[in-house]
């Protein structure tokens, strides 16, 4: 077992890439869903990453974020907890999630896409929490179609364990026999004996988490991001600490004080080569001199979008347009 600080960004093991855990309180936003001038006063706008004030703006301002930019061979898994998510992207498709939703976006052969953070309220501050997860490509699929998929919380598999001390949000994989939605067809998920599990997981005082031994040799990461302290397997972890542990082994989580939050993932690896430059995951480095070409010729079908920043209006309305141009919205909630 090895055990590891959280920061910013968590390392992950192989074929996840890493994970983000981005959490900013971000003021009131303007009639721009922006930020006004005095809060971008001393930051190093088009790289904030030192968290000031509560918040920083990454390589976006006025608007918080990250303006257009490409990948290739990999894929990114966001998970918007709290606050919007506006997304535009080289394929056509856009959409603006939060609130529990679910982005999973295939890169594949390459792709543009922006990712702002629109503060769409101006009467109370915007906070924001989510995770970007990076999951890797294997080789026949680095090339692959690009893919965009929505994937809206109320859609989301969530079960209650130990009496209710214990829920279990299933983003990928199987818990307890209940499966998650299914993720793109190309996605190193979307084969159940790669074992890809993501799981968001809360526990109440006295809850208790059990993980069963995986099939295959798969490998599993725990990221204790909210809480005191836990029990993992009889050991203490305090709050803001991952744990590498094998996935062929029974895994206990105990949690004796204050509420506690963490994010499980699992996977059986890859075992490809990995060479990472920037936005690109590829196997050699001549793969990589020529997703750069590619990019540069190409553009990865252009942006047509009229901002580099590109943020979908005032109402903080949740939805998805897919490449084929068709509308998709969230499900209604009935009341019974």
Known sequence: MHTFPLDFQWPAQEPFLFCVHHHDMYPKGNSEQALDDQYLQWRQLGQDFELKEGFRTYHGAPVPGFPVHPHRGFETITIVRKGFVDHADSMGASGRYGQGDVQWMTAGAGVQHSEMFPLV???QNNELELFQIWLNLPKKSKMTKPHFKMLWSENIPQLEIDKGRTQVQIIAGEFCSQKALAPPPDSWAATAENEVHILLVKM??????????????????FYFFKGSQANLNKQDISLNSGVFVPGQ??????NMGEPIEFLLLQATPIGEPV???????????SEISQAIDDYQRTQFGGWDWPRQDMIHGPKPQRFAKLPDGSLEYPPQKTIS
Not at 204 to 214: I, M, R
């Open 275 to 285: 060479v990472q430059h920037g936005p690109f995951v590829m196997n050699t480095r």
């Open 249 to 254: 082994e029974t895994h206990i989580v105990q």
């Open 204 to 221: 109440d005082t006295d809850g208790q988490f059990q993980l069963p031994p995986s099939k295959n040799p798969s490998r599993r990461s």
């Open 121 to 123: 309220s101006q009467e």
